[in-house]
Structure formats: C-alpha cells, structure tokens
C-alpha cells in the first residue's frame, strides 16, 4: 500500500495565476483607493498640527514670561495696589495730616472718572503749619499712605507770626469708587 499524494497533480496552474493576479489587483486597487488618498490627508494634517503645535509653544512661552513678569511687578508695586484699592475717606485724611499740620481741613472741589477705571477727586487742603519741614515731611509721607494721593502745584505758603499758612490742592485716585457706581446700576 503504497500511496503517493497526488493532490498537486490536479492543480491547474493557469487558474492560480489568474487567481493570484486578480487577488493582486483588487489589492492594489484597495491600497491606491483607500490608504494613499489617507496618507496625504494624513501627512497635511500632521504638518498642520505641527505648524499649530510650535504656535501653541509660542503663546504658552509668551503668557509664561508675562504671567512672571506680573508677578514681579505685583511684588514690587504691593503698596501701590494696596493703595488703589483702599477707600478714601476724608477724615482718615485729615487725623494723618494732623501729625504734620496743626489745623487741616479739606474741601472737594472735583470728582472726575479717570478713563472708566478709577475716580479721581480733587481736593483744596488748607492748614498751619510751624515749620517748613513738617509741610517736606508730609510730602514725603504721602508715597506711604493709604491712598494714591498726589500734591498739586501751585502750592502757597504765607508766614504769620508764629505759623505758616499753606494752602494746596491735592489728588486722589479711588479704584472702589468705580466698582462701587458700578455694583448700585
């Protein structure tokens, strides 16, 4: 008992070449149909997604320089925010001018909004004084006050007897004005 296999003897070379090529092009037809076109849109997308990417980098670089530099600025400048966000109130004015000036009265003589962000009053200080230095330490003990309040010029002096007259117009910048007009409407 002797048996061979004779199963390849029965192929029929012909009909698996043609199968062989028709399977080849539907192949082929598949790929140059469905992955090329892919491919390209795959590659424009990959290109624009890197073009997006490095602008991304850009930006985030931009806001963390800014985001650093405000915080350094917001370091440096803690009493001048302070100051802008403190309330003026007249009478806190005058009891820490009375440590320079003997007597210290105010009148408003306007309130102006100063582009839309803070209000700006102005203000006529009249008050005696007995020495000249009380009036340069008063200045100078205006950049560490509560408030932004700025000395206007002119300034007059008069000496009496025993005091000096001075008469000055001072202006003050109040952040809490606005968001106070602003939270009644």
């Known amino acids: 008992m002797t048996s061979f296999d004779r ?17 080849l092009v539907i192949t082929f037809g598949f790929i140059f149909i469905l992955i090329i076109p892919n491919v390209k849109e795959y590659r424009v997308l990959q290109a624009e997604y890197k073009r997006v990417l490095v602008h991304k980098t850009r930006v985030e670089n931009l806001f963390l320089e ?13 009493h001048a925010i302070q100051a802008f966000k403190h309330t003026f109130a007249p009478a806190e ?16 003589v306007s309130k102006s909004d100063y582009k839309k ?15 000249p230095t009380n009036f340069y330490n008063f200045l100078e003990g ?10 206007d ?11 000096i007259s001075s008469t000055f117009k001072i202006k003050v910048y109040d952040l ?3 968001t106070k007009d602003s939270a009644r409407k």
């Open 7 to 23: 199963s390849l003897e029965k192929i029929d070379l012909m009909k698996l070449l043609l199968f062989l090529m028709v399977f």
């Open 66 to 78: 800014r985001e650093a530099e405000l915080s350094k600025l917001k370091a440096e400048n803690v």
């Open 93 to 108: 004015f005058i009891r820490y001018a009375g440590k320079f000036f003997t007597n210290v009265s105010l009148v408003e």
């Open 117 to 131: 962000e803070f209000v700006e009053y102005e203000l006529n200080v009249t008050s005696t004084l007995k020495t």
């Open 142 to 151: 205006l950049n560490r006050y509560n408030n932004i309040v700025q000395a």
């Open 153 to 163: 010029f002119p300034i007059h002096l008069e000496s009496n007897a025993q005091t």
């Open 176 to 178: 809490n004005a606005t």
